[in-house]
């Protein structure tokens, strides 16, 4: 357990100025160039140590010695990668008692904040989070001017926050003062990502991947790039594209916590495409990497629920919630329990929604889309209508604008809502990502307001896009379709089957 931590102070807010250059590249990055750079770059570094290897005496010709956690830790909040919580304990403890000892040390306090943030994250603790900015800010006071490692660790904890605007603020000072460091581009990719900026976020990847290659960079910096370029291909909607810059990164990955963090990413793709079988796959070698990874179980929870293996995902939900009680796990799992007929189970997991939003809220995390989602399915619609248009004033992205439009025909509002369901699923404004839910909603709304054919259209699309999307609204789709006279052979789901086997019952 850590300790209880060291005093710091406020510091400046460089990063409140203009938007730096984000990128000058033209047009989008395709993963051959990447994979090409990354390629490359291993070339580098293996010529670097055959060099060295070959001037080296022979009885120097021996492997380094493997780093210690608090090495281990170190390099990975530093790049802003995954780390392992037994690491990230070392980590913490080590800064804390360095910096009693020796409190003007601005890189340490940025090292720790960052850890801290990692924390946080990695165990829904949002504690951790004013901690983290205390830190930070402690550094960024010793030194205000440059200081690229405590501003990323600020863009890093708005991104955890859901404070997108100030990621964005925070992600443009680091690469204003650290151009060519690559550790600087990722945070400020999410921050674009979240404000459904996809433009500003591709032009960052491509400044991203024009860096200059250096063998000494490493396999960090190759599986962050590749990630990054995943998720903007998943936004513009190249799905085969972004399933392979996941896969490289995962095979890249130079740690098993990152290797799982991508092999997720594999997963989670595999399910918004409707390949349950793959996504579980994904998920489970993600859980050999890292055993604890609660996105894994997460989302083996979404594929046993594909597949048919109910008892399954039950038990992977709650293993889930377990070590990483986020908002967003007790609203499935609630969904789940509710489309089996257990109203009480779904209940409890529904109040947890709410109390965990208000402890997520103490500690400065906005998670207002998932509780406006809640609300608009399972509470009160105007309110969640109220919440959703505060969230689209601070971050217009097409998840925002796909649960605003839900709220709003949940809420008997639905030439407004057309408007926003548009926009959730317009391959230009919306970024391009294909995702059931959101066509489900659109065929939803069109369908209310007397527009059949495009609500058809739609309906269909998201049984096209995911047969599985959601154990409550699925066999709704269905119904709907049947009541518009659509004939059975046109939106029959395609069949999914377990070839994994297992639990196929309740």
């Known amino acids: 357990m850590e300790s209880g931590g060291v005093e710091c102070g406020p510091g400046k807010d460089p990063a409140a100025g203009t938007r730096t250059g984000a990128g000058t590249g033209s047009g989008s990055v395709r993963r ?42 170190a390099t990975a909040v530093g790049t802003g990668a995954p780390a392992s919580l037994p690491d990230l304990g070392a980590l913490i403890r080590d800064r804390e008692a360095h910096l009693r000892a020796h409190p003007g040390d601005v890189r340490s306090w940025a090292e720790l904040g960052a850890a801290y943030v990692e924390r946080g994250g990695r165990t829904a603790e949002p504690r951790y989070y004013p901690k983290a900015e205390a830190a930070l800010r402690t550094s960024i006071e010793g030194r205000p001017e440059g200081n690229t490692e405590a501003f990323r660790g600020m863009a890093a904890l708005a991104d955890a926050r859901h404070d997108f605007r100030a990621a964005r603020r925070w992600g443009e000072a680091a690469v204003a003062a650290s151009p060519e460091r690559w550790t600087a581009y ?10 459904g900026d996809h433009k500003a976020a591709r032009k960052a990847l491509d400044t991203f991947v024009a860096l200059p290659p250096a063998g000494s960079a490493g396999p960090a910096a ?24 996941f896969s490289d990164a995962a095979a890249l990955a130079p ?38 990874e609660h996105a894994a179980q997460a989302g083996r929870g979404r594929a046993l629920v594909a597949l048919g293996r109910h008892s399954e995902a039950l038990r ?32 409890v997991q529904y109040d947890l929604v709410r109390a965990r939003v208000r402890e997520g ?22 309110a ?32 407004e809502a057309l408007g926003f369901a548009t926009r959730a699923t317009d391959r230009e404004r919306g970024g391009g990502a294909r995702v059931a839910l959101y066509a489900y909603h659109r065929g939803t709304v069109e369908r209310a307001l007397g527009m059949d054919w495009a609500g058809r259209r739609h309906l269909e699309e998201a049984l096209r896009i995911n047969p599985a999307f959601s154990p409550l609204l699925v066999p709704v789709a269905l119904r709907a ?19 994994a086997g297992g639990d196929s019952g309740r």
């Open 255 to 292: 740690t098993p916590a990152e290797r799982a963090a991508c092999l997720v990413r594999v997963g989670e793709l595999a399910w918004e495409r409707g390949e349950p079988v793959e996504s579980l796959r994904a998920h489970e070698a993600a859980l050999r990497a890292e055993p604890g």
């Open 384 to 415: 969640a209508v109220r919440r959703l248009r505060a969230e689209w004033a601070r971050h217009p992205s097409a998840a925002v604008a796909d649960a605003l439009g839900w709220a709003l025909h949940r809420a008997g509002k639905d030439k």
């Open 32 to 73: 051959d160039v990447l994979v090409r750079r990354a390629v490359a770059g291993a070339v580098v570094g293996c010529l670097a140590l055959g060099g060295a290897l070959v001037v080296m005496p022979d009885g120097d010709r021996r492997p380094p010695a493997a780093p210690g956690p608090v090495a281990r830790a």
């Open 222 to 245: 190759r599986a962050r790039m590749l990630t990054a370029a995943g998720l903007v291909y998943r936004d513009r909607g190249w799905r085969e594209d972004s399933a392979a810059a």
């Open 186 to 195: 990722p945070a400020l990719i999410d921050a674009y990502r979240g404000l």
């Open 481 to 499: 379709l049947e009541e518009l006279g659509e004939p059975a052979g046109a939106w029959r789901q395609r069949p999914v089957r377990d070839t």
């Open 361 to 382: 809220g103490a500690g400065g995390v906005n998670d207002e889309l998932v509780l406006g989602v809640f609300e608009a399915d399972h509470g009160d619609a105007g």
């Open 316 to 347: 992977a939900y709650r293993s889930a919630l377990a070590t990483r009680p986020l908002p967003q796990y007790a609203l499935e799992l609630g969904e789940l329990y509710e489309s089996l007929g257990v109203g009480g189970a779904a209940r």
